[in-house]
């Protein structure tokens, strides 16, 4: 299958501080890429779906000033989190699609957000 | 609202046994049911998936059965292995955008 990674795997930052996550997609054309959100012994939440060149379109709930992503090229997209609080610590992930090939969807291994 | 319907939530298999997974949908418009591995730690891994105009899919140890009357589909494990312990994820999407998922089950195969 594709290969999708992500950077850093995992990180630790102050409250308050803002937190850029990115993922690539290394041996295709990602036409869609997707934003996760994982809590421990739970499913995956869905927090927004970003297009190559577009802006992203955020679930309801999630703060989109808060969570600032840019899908740039059709290999990276990044999430940064920005004036992170303890509540924000998470698991996230994201996953990478070529939708006009199939609809086949892969995962990056995801990041470990830690905010003290 | 949980779109996509998962059972059970965990799952005890003696090793060389049959893991069944069950999920169930509501929308008659998703078009594409993919089921994922992930292990701690890790992102979710696609194991195998399948189309609507198809009742089952083989890949190796792994099937998928899909019954669209009855809006359900499963996932079957055949010859368990210790190494397929981790949690399985059945999805759902329409035209290949975002994936809605179940809430997943814990595999555990014992020796």
């Known amino acids: 299958g594709a290969v999708v990674s992500q950077h850093p795997s995992w990180v630790i930052c102050k409250s308050g501080t803002s937190v850029k996550i990115e993922c690539r997609s290394l041996?295709?054309?990602?036409?869609?890429m997707f934003w996760y959100r994982q809590f421990p012994k739970q499913s995956l939440m869905l927090m927004a779906t970003?297009?190559?060149?577009?802006?992203?379109?955020?679930e309801q709930g999630v703060e989109k000033d808060k969570f600032l992503i840019n899908h740039a090229s059709l290999t990276l997209s990044t999430l940064t989190v920005t004036s992170a609080h303890p509540e924000d610590s998470s698991f996230y992930i994201c996953?990478?699609?070529?939708?006009?090939?199939?609809?086949?969807?892969?995962f990056g291994p995801g990041t470990r957000l830690t905010v003290t | 609202q949980q779109q996509v319907k998962q059972s059970p939530q965990s799952l005890i298999v003696q090793k060389g046994g049959i893991s069944i997974i069950n999920c169930a949908y509501e929308?008659?418009?998703?078009?594409?049911f993919p089921w994922y591995q992930q292990f701690p730690g890790k992102g979710p891994a696609l194991l195998i998936a399948?189309?609507?105009?198809?009742s089952e899919k083989k890949e190796g140890r792994f099937t998928i059965s899909f019954n669209k009357s009855a809006k359900q589909f499963s996932l079957h494990i055949m010859d368990s292995q210790p190494g397929d312990s981790a949690t399985y994820f059945c999805?759902?999407?329409?035209?290949?955008?975002?994936?809605?998922f179940g809430k997943g089950t814990s595999l555990l195969v014992t020796p």
């Open positions: 996953s990478a699609t070529d939708r006009v090939a199939s609809y086949e969807q892969y």
């Open positions: 041996d295709f054309q990602a036409t869609t």
């Open positions: 970003s297009n190559e060149g577009s802006k992203a379109t955020y």
């Open positions: 929308n008659t418009a998703f078009d594409y």
């Open positions: 399948i189309r609507p105009d198809v």
């Open positions: 999805a759902a999407s329409i035209g290949g955008y975002a994936l809605n």
